[in-house]
């Protein structure tokens, strides 16, 4: 049987019923398909853009939270009539507050026109088709749980329920939750391959304070959060579904989001040493700024379900002012900056999100900003401690290291490669002509470093060079001085590289050329024992 598009006109049709009270639920649990027939309302909506849907919670501009709800609003529902292939059916209840609000939802679609296959030549519906491609209808049968209302009775010989949404709402109006369930006419034209059916589905659960407020949310009408039928939220355990909660400020706006993976979405990205059951979340929090922008400031942080907060970032670079040193006056001015703490050693607590972060000094903790130079800042601070013991100044490689006593005094100084004199000026010449060093330094490339040393009155002293040295001669292989004229021969670039290739060796030691230590491994092995060179890294867990 072939039905016209159309065929139900606008049909908004009142069935309170003069018992029934506000709030209750207008779905029954132990039959999601059954149409309710008494205390609600239902009015018919097109699909498409007037289908109404669940919409995820929300931060509005002035940092307050919408929370999960049915849009559009019913308020602005006016369509009121099905499409000639689908349609939706709308169930209102009271509200308790004088108002109306949906309360379930069922998707049908026409038993003849297919709302996914292509219009025909003349704009007409394409007709529906099985799964052998031919042409056939969906055929009628008796449905006993829709035909029970009077106006679904005379819809169920030209479109068929696909699936139904009921929605529950909790004594305060908030809505709580979300079941579906699909009907076997969705397999009546594919016997042989059948979908598997969505029978009491719980889709969606959310939990308020006694203040009325979003505290989590889990799951979407198109979510699955569980393949078992019947199960309820309260069954529902963290890191087996998709979890977001809420903290809030004082004045109601919205402190923090926080969220949690499903488990085997986050499993290739945690270190098999983790607990079992342990899982990673993300999450934002907004904080209430002073000063030049004022306004809310995002955080965003990454966490472990046990451990806590291990990195956080974050554009609002007067973030904990308290760890600026002098140097961050010298923040970078071009284009995208970004401020980042790390927590490579001890995770942070989420307990510091509820006091605005001001409490994370308490922890040890890595500073990274950019510098106007173009390198990257890194400073370790030691738990209840303001001041950095060190410093790292990175490009490619770590060009320079600094290190800094329990008084806050720089105590050392190591450098790799070239460093800006915008970082720091070098003054190699000046230790050469006062007779401390006596080869000339390699300063870029590998093996390129020089350690300084400072006293408890700040003064410098070079303790440590590395240089080239040519086998053959057994001498130094740079002339030196280095500024004044080189008497020896110039090779081309391609004979000096296949000289240095058979020839030369790296060697290291005091100012005066007294080796220490010789070969490119044993070099930075020895550096990084004896200083502590690049030793810290943001390896969680593990350090080199």
Same mark, same amino acid.
């Given at each position: 049987?072939?039905?016209?598009?159309?065929?139900?006109?606008?049909?908004?049709?009142?069935?309170?019923?003069?018992?029934?009270?506000?709030?209750?639920?207008?779905?029954?649990?132990?039959?999601?398909?059954?149409?309710?027939?008494?205390?609600?309302?239902?009015?018919?909506?097109?699909?498409?853009?007037?289908?109404?849907?669940?919409?995820?919670?929300?931060?509005?501009?002035?940092?307050?939270?919408?929370?999960?709800?049915?849009?559009?609003?019913?308020?602005?529902?006016?369509?009121?009539?099905?499409?000639?292939?689908?349609?939706?059916?709308?169930?209102?209840?009271?509200?308790?507050?004088?108002?109306?609000?949906?309360?379930?939802?069922?998707?049908?679609?026409?038993?003849?026109?297919?709302?996914?296959?292509?219009?025909?030549?003349?704009?007409?519906?394409?007709?529906?088709?099985?799964?052998?491609?031919?042409?056939?209808?969906?055929?009628?049968?008796?449905?006993?749980?829709?035909?029970?209302?009077?106006?679904?009775?005379?819809?169920?010989?030209?479109?068929?329920?696909?699936?139904?949404?009921?929605?529950?709402?909790?004594?305060?109006?908030?809505?709580?939750? $979300?079941?579906?369930?699909?009907?076997?006419?969705?397999?009546? +034209? @594919?016997?042989?391959?059948? /979908?598997? !059916?969505?029978? %009491?589905?719980?889709?969606?659960?959310?939990?308020?304070?006694?203040?009325?407020?979003?505290?989590?949310?889990?799951?979407?009408?198109?979510?699955?959060?569980?393949?078992?039928?019947?199960?309820?939220?309260?069954?529902?355990?963290?890191?087996?579904?998709?979890?977001?909660?809420?903290?809030?400020?004082?004045?109601?706006?919205?402190?923090?989001?926080?969220?949690?993976?499903?488990?085997?979405?986050?499993?290739?990205?945690?270190?098999?040493?983790?607990?079992?059951?342990?899982?990673?979340?993300?999450?934002?929090?907004?904080?209430?700024?002073?000063?030049?922008?004022?306004?809310?400031?995002?955080?965003?942080?990454?966490?472990?379900?046990?451990?806590?907060?291990?990195?956080?970032?974050?554009?609002?670079?007067?973030? $904990?002012?308290?760890?600026?040193?002098?140097?961050?006056?010298? +923040? @970078?001015?071009?284009?995208? /900056?970004? !401020?980042?703490? %790390?927590?490579?050693?001890?995770?942070?607590?989420?307990?510091?999100?509820?006091?605005?972060?001001?409490?994370?000094?308490?922890?040890?903790?890595?500073?990274?900003?950019?510098?106007?130079?173009?390198?990257?800042?890194?400073?370790?601070?030691?738990?209840?401690?303001?001041?950095?013991?060190?410093?790292?100044?990175?490009?490619?490689?770590?060009?320079?290291?600094?290190?800094?006593?329990?008084?806050?005094?720089?105590?050392?100084?190591?450098?790799?490669?070239?460093?800006?004199?915008?970082?720091?000026?070098?003054?190699?010449?000046?230790?050469?002509?006062?007779?401390?060093?006596?080869?000339?330094?390699?300063?870029?490339?590998?093996?390129?470093?020089?350690?300084?040393?400072?006293?408890?009155?700040?003064?410098?002293?070079?303790?440590?060079?590395?240089?080239?040295?040519?086998?053959?001669?057994?001498?130094?292989?740079?002339?030196?001085?280095?500024?004044?004229?080189?008497?020896?021969?110039?090779?081309?670039?391609?004979?000096?590289?296949?000289?240095?290739?058979?020839?030369?060796?790296?060697?290291?030691?005091?100012?005066?050329?007294?080796?220490?230590?010789?070969?490119?491994?044993?070099?930075?092995?020895?550096?990084?024992?004896?200083?502590?060179?690049?030793?810290?890294?943001?390896?969680?867990?593990?350090?080199?």
């Amino acid at each position: 049987m072939i039905v016209k598009p159309g065929v139900l006109g606008l049909m908004v049709v009142a069935l309170w019923a003069a018992s029934a009270r506000a709030g209750a639920a207008c779905s029954e649990r132990a039959d999601l398909l059954a149409s309710p027939v008494s205390g609600v309302s239902l009015l018919f909506n097109e699909a498409g853009r007037q289908r109404i849907t669940l919409q995820w919670p929300q931060v509005q501009i002035d940092g307050s939270l919408r929370v999960p709800t049915l849009l559009p609003a019913v308020a602005d529902d006016h369509h009121g009539r099905f499409g000639p292939t689908e349609g939706q059916v709308v169930y209102l209840e009271r509200d308790g507050n004088g108002g109306q609000r949906v309360c379930r939802l069922e998707q049908w679609e026409s038993r003849a026109y297919s709302p996914t296959e292509r219009p025909r030549p003349d704009g007409a519906p394409g007709l529906r088709r099985d799964e052998s491609g031919n042409i056939r209808a969906v055929p009628y049968r008796d449905v006993p749980a829709q035909e029970r209302n009077s106006i679904l009775a005379k819809l169920t010989p030209h479109y068929y329920m696909v699936r139904a949404e009921a929605y529950f709402y909790d004594q305060g109006g908030h809505l709580v939750e $979300a079941r579906l369930q699909e009907t076997e006419d969705v397999n009546a +034209l @594919s016997p042989r391959f059948p /979908k598997t !059916l969505m029978i %009491d589905r719980l889709a969606f659960c959310a939990v308020y304070n006694a203040k009325g407020q979003l505290t989590s949310t889990t799951g979407g009408i198109n979510e699955t959060l569980t393949t078992v039928p019947g199960t309820q939220c309260a069954e529902l355990q963290g890191g087996d579904v998709a979890i977001s909660s809420y903290r809030y400020h004082a004045d109601g706006t919205l402190l923090a989001e926080l969220r949690a993976p499903r488990k085997k979405e986050e499993d290739n990205g945690l270190d098999a040493r983790e607990a079992p059951g342990e899982w990673r979340g993300q999450g934002n929090a907004w904080l209430d700024a002073t000063g030049p922008g004022g306004g809310r400031k995002g955080v965003f942080f990454g966490f472990f379900k046990t451990k806590g907060i291990y990195s956080l970032s974050t554009e609002y670079m007067d973030f $904990a002012a308290y760890d600026a040193q002098p140097l961050y006056k010298e +923040l @970078s001015s071009d284009g995208f /900056k970004k !401020l980042q703490y %790390d927590f490579p050693n001890q995770r942070v607590p989420l307990s510091v999100i509820d006091d605005q972060f001001a409490s994370l000094d308490k922890y040890p903790r890595v500073r990274t900003y950019p510098h106007r130079s173009g390198f990257t800042v890194m400073e370790f601070f030691d738990a209840n401690r303001r001041a950095p013991r060190q410093r790292q100044w990175r490009g490619a490689d770590l060009n320079r290291q600094e290190m800094y006593g329990a008084d806050g005094r720089l105590t050392r100084v190591i450098h790799y490669g070239g460093i800006s004199q915008e970082v720091a000026r070098e003054d190699l010449k000046r230790y050469a002509e006062s007779g401390v060093l006596k080869v000339t330094p390699t300063t870029s490339g590998y093996a390129s470093y020089r350690v300084y040393d400072y006293d408890a009155k700040g003064k410098e002293s070079l303790v440590f060079v590395c240089w080239q040295h040519d086998v053959p001669s057994n001498k130094p292989l740079r002339h030196f001085p280095w500024w004044t004229p080189d008497p020896t021969p110039k090779r081309s670039k391609e004979d000096a590289l296949i000289y240095g290739m058979k020839n030369v060796a790296n060697r290291c030691g005091t100012p005066d050329g007294k080796i220490l230590i010789q070969g490119l491994a044993q070099i930075n092995a020895y550096m990084a024992k004896q200083y502590g060179y690049d030793v810290e890294k943001l390896s969680y867990d593990e350090v080199r």
